[in-house]
């Protein structure tokens, strides 16, 4: 994968994330209360923090690596 490839996937992913805020749902269709990799709950000080947020920590901190 180049960087091209990487810049398009972040920019889907962002107008997928950004477009679930405003619609008040995740890409997934699962409750913003649970991840949308892992399906653990996300915690009411994250969710409050970070309106929208659709990953927990650990899968957020895993896909930020992965990038």
């Not at 679930?20 to 269709?29: K, N, V, Y």
Request: charged share 30%; net charge negative; hydrophobic share 35%.
């Amino acid at each position: 994968m180049d960087v091209i490839d990487r810049a398009n996937d972040m920019s889907d992913w962002l107008l997928a994330k950004q477009l679930a805020a405003q619609t008040g749902r995740s890409t997934s269709g699962t409750s913003r209360h649970q991840c949308d990799e892992c399906a653990e709950p996300i915690p009411e000080a994250r969710r409050v923090a970070l309106p929208g947020v659709t990953l927990c920590v650990d899968c957020q901190t895993l896909m930020e690596k992965r990038r």
